[in-house]
């Protein structure tokens, strides 16, 4: 796909994808929802991308949902006829919090500015949250008279707890980086002119890993959220298995009585 409203691009297994409609703060609209789930899908399907980041071009992640686009959609049809799928494509909205959630690779919200309703829930998505000293984030739904979408009904409660995560959805209240971190929203906060610094040297650090140790790590992170201890044991027991097969561990091995930093090749 020809991209029009986001790019994405890679570099020594790190793939960036950046929200680019920089003059209405990098609003979803409906081109963008397209764009995005072939994007998930283009780095879900690349093996030589070992991490995701996302981030917003200009000073925004993104402001949300391009309320102009919506209300020239909404304005001329009948109250019982109106559908979110008037508004963007219906496999965008089952398919594209799903396939973000369970790429293979770690991904990482660089949150470089206002992440706002959309741009809130689309970071709330990924694995790991680094923000500028300079950014926001609003549940900002109920303003508007939505309620949270992109799976963040699920993973905001997972991540800040049942009680703040009420607080922030029924609010809609602006939290600075500062405070979203206390909540633990997000990661880690620095100051805006190392925000890219110190985000692709988390996401190099984590390339450098084993590709097939992180990936089953990831999927049983997630997978314990809803499963008993019984379960996870003999999950981790089959990934290790898996693992100790693998050529990365051989590697890893040898590397550290070489007191040598390892090459990992996912092999």
Partial sequence: MN??????????????LTLDRPEVGNALNSQMG????????AV?????????????????????????????????????????????????????????????????AC????AIGFGCTLSLACDIRIASEKAQFSMAFVRVGFIPEFGSTYSLPRVVGIAKACELAFT???LSAREATEIGLVNQTVPADRLKKVTYELAQSIAAGSPAAIQ?????????????????????????????RSK??????NAFLERRKPIFRGE
């Fill in 44 to 108: 879900g399907s690349d093996d030589e991308c070992r991490v995701l980041v996302i981030t917003g071009a200009g000073n925004v992640f993104s402001s949300g949902i391009d309320i102009g686009e919506t209300s020239v959609k909404l304005k001329n049809v009948k109250s019982e006829e109106k559908s979110m799928e008037i508004l963007f494509d219906k496999k965008f909205l089952d398919e594209s919090p799903v396939a973000l959630r369970r790429l293979k690779q770690p991904t990482i």
């Fill in 111 to 114: 949150v470089n500015g206002a």
């Fill in 172 to 174: 809609g209240k602006t």
């Fill in 34 to 41: 397209d764009e995005l789930l072939d994007a998930f899908e």
């Fill in 3 to 16: 991209y029009q409203t986001i790019i994405l691009e890679k570099a020594e297994g790190v793939a960036t």
């Fill in 216 to 244: 089953f790590a990831k999927i049983g992170l997630y997978q314990a959220l809803n499963a008993d201890i019984r379960t996870q044991v003999q999950f981790e027991n089959l990934a290790l298995n898996a693992c100790v």
């Fill in 248 to 253: 990365d561990v051989e590697e890893g091995l």
